[in-house]
């Protein structure tokens, strides 16, 4: 299985979005079995498909619980047959309490140890995504820990660029628990072209010191409708320009992929 965190540490750059719809891609046009991750306690992800729950089991559970099956346990179906949902709350905040509190267990290796006994259990997924929050708690760095790759959403503007140097400084630290994690590259989101989005795209590509994606996704007013259907671009608006792009990016993705 290899698994994919889609970060930035900037709120409002399509991260949950972008982690919903190449999950989505990777299930129902490349045939993967995909595991999503809803790593935020606002559980974005969660809520778009209807899964949102207090009184059901989430990752906060997965990471502090010492019952194998916890991750199991935590599951939920989608619409989609291939893709399954690990959902996510405001429990998280007491999570990361306890994770920081409990020094009797590694605090950094959980998801990815939880997500190892998952697989050996005979339940296996080809991909998953994780939707991290743009912060740098105890559930980002465990999903950083157990990443193959990194994907970093970037949303052109003023302030497009703050928070890329301390990300870039996290997965470095990182790699004393997982030396294999990459940054696949960076995703230019909503894009319009105008002056403004063309300067910004040039100086990513040239002077950012961050590896960059080909494909962007174009800006759409589809993205904000499928916020209230629950649909990912691909089955909503097929023909829109970012489910056209989100389909392009996973195949670039996976030609890139080790």
Do not use: W
């Not at 194998?68 to 619409?79: E, G, I, V």
């Amino acid at each position: 299985m290899k698994v994919i965190c889609v970060i930035n540490l900037k709120g409002g750059v399509a991260k949950t979005i972008s982690a919903i719809n190449i999950a989505y891609v990777l299930a129902e046009k490349h045939g993967r079995r995909v595991l999503l991750i809803d790593s935020d306690k606002q559980g974005n992800t969660s809520k778009f498909f209807e899964k949102h729950n207090y009184f059901a089991p989430s990752l906060a559970d997965v990471l502090t619980s010492k019952d194998p099956d916890a991750l199991h346990n935590a599951l939920q179906f989608t619409p989609y047959n291939n893709l399954h949902l690990l959902p996510a709350n405001m429990n998280l905040l007491r999570a990361d309490k306890e994770i920081l509190l409990d020094v009797a267990r590694p605090q950094q290796t959980r998801l990815r140890k939880s997500l190892r006994a998952h697989e050996r259990a005979g339940y296996t997924y080809d991909f998953a995504v994780i939707d991290c929050a743009p912060d740098l708690n105890m559930s980002v760095i465990n999903a950083l820990v157990a990443a193959d790759d990194v994907i970093i959403p970037i949303k052109i503007d003023k302030f497009a660029f703050d928070g890329l140097d301390q990300l870039r400084e996290q997965i470095e630290e990182t790699r004393e628990f997982n030396e294999n994690i990459r940054i696949a590259g960076g995703l230019i989101t909503m894009y319009s072209r105008n002056n403004v989005n063309l300067q910004g795209e040039q100086h990513l590509t040239e002077s950012a010191g961050l590896p960059m994606f080909r494909t962007v996704i174009r800006k759409t007013v589809k993205v904000d409708e499928t916020t209230f259907t629950g649909v990912p671009l691909a089955a909503y608006a097929p023909k829109c320009t970012a489910a056209r792009d989100y389909d392009a990016l996973v195949d670039e993705y996976l030609k890139g992929a080790k």
